[in-house]
């Protein structure tokens, strides 16, 4: 699990467009529960109810794509305006073991599942966003 968790302190963030430096918002994403690689299928289904359950919170939200740095691994997220607490439990319902926290522009990866781990501040979260106009994945 230590490889997985090195891995997620890579990851580049896919968007149409970017959003303000001044929001506090998580990146989650309901594919591959545990790190577990699982079918495209059931990914997209699982992704489908993460955002409904995202809808039902009555707060802005916007497609993301959590990326390797090589664009060789993507997984649908959602950035999330809400606060971290929130943001950490619906991540555990999926069974994520983290999510992204930004705050004012600060990136941060915080464990949901694997709790042995520390919170980890990656730097600016600008510096690791690809906008394309268009999600290429969608």
Known sequence: MEDVWELYKHT?????????????FAVITAHNPR???MSEAYNR?????????IASLNTPYRSVWGSAP??????RSWAVLADKNTAVELAKQYQQNAIYWINQNQLYLTPCMMSQQNEVHLGEFDRRVVVT????WE
């Open 12 to 24: 580049k963030f896919v968007m149409a467009q970017p959003l303000s430096a001044s929001l506090s």
């Open 35 to 37: 790190g577990e690689v």
């Open 70 to 75: 090589d664009f060789s691994h993507n997984e």
């Open 133 to 136: 106009g268009v999600l290429p």
């Open 45 to 53: 289904f699982l992704d489908q109810c993460l955002q409904q359950d």
